[in-house]
């Protein structure tokens, strides 16, 4: 691992998504015109830092796949990997050790030229992913959020000026900005993704004021989905129920 001056023919970003006793990991390369996407599920008893480093192990590891002899690559990650690698004294930081130090080796034998750069998680908030690291960072964790829900995604897509519409086309959930706001609410398009319910349901819900709507957003508050899910549960639930009376 050594010192260089930008820009790096690869540019790595990784994160990770963990809640209670699932994980998912996610990451995106930009490699020589193409960028490379991979959602993959984590260890069921991961923590937050134990993702987050396997999503750069994992992400460093494809990046020197891509990699010709002599290039040089770059992980730009919201874990401050450096700061635990220097720690001598850790017995956390000889566990990244133990992972990083086999890629560095598998790169000098390649000639590659491997650098970390800690950045704010996701830029920090949805008023600075105009930049490209906050946004690729935010798309890492976008990637991390589909794997822990359970959704196996792999794409390579053409690099260049509208990569970001390139990456909502391949998959809905893959924007940064709206994955924010999907912690408090969702448009009606998202909503009808999560209830797996057509969408012209969902317009009947709202024009029948049946769920919350935000007509200045244009969004529905994630508790009037709720209120939807355990609805559709519920019925489901009776209808089970009505089966089994008749087959008794």
């Known amino acids: ?145 589909l794997a822990r829900c359970g959704e196996d995604f792999s794409r390579v897509l053409r690099d260049g000026l509208n990569i970001r519409q390139a990456m909502e086309d391949a998959h809905w959930r893959l924007n940064p900005v709206k994955d924010h706001l999907r912690r408090t609410s969702l448009t009606i398009e998202e909503t009808a993704h999560e209830l797996g319910i057509k969408k012209e349901f969902v317009e009947a819900l709202v024009v029948n004021n049946y769920v919350a709507f935000n007509s200045e957003t244009l969004r529905i508050p994630i508790y009037s989905i709720r209120e939807i899910k355990k609805h559709i549960n519920d019925i489901k639930q009776n209808e089970r129920n009505q089966t089994s009376l008749s087959f008794a």
């Open 1 to 145: 691992m050594r010192d260089r001056v930008a820009p790096y023919d690869i540019i790595v970003y990784s994160d990770a998504s963990v809640d209670k006793s699932v994980s998912g990991i996610g990451f995106a390369i930009r490699a020589y015109g193409r960028v490379y996407l991979e959602a993959a599920r984590g260890d069921a008893d991961a923590t937050a830092q134990s993702a987050e480093k396997s999503a750069a192990v994992l992400a460093l590891k494809k990046a020197l796949t891509l990699a010709p002899v002599g290039s040089s690559i770059i992980l730009k990650t919201d874990l401050n990997l450096l700061a635990h690698y220097d720690k001598c004294s850790d017995h956390v930081a000889e566990g990244y050790r133990q992972s990083l130090e086999p890629i560095f080796a598998r790169a000098a034998e390649a000639n590659l030229d491997i650098a970390i750069q800690h950045v704010r998680g996701h830029g920090g908030g949805v008023e600075v992913y105009d930049e490209d690291d906050a946004w690729f960072n935010g798309i890492a964790h976008c990637l991390a959020r």
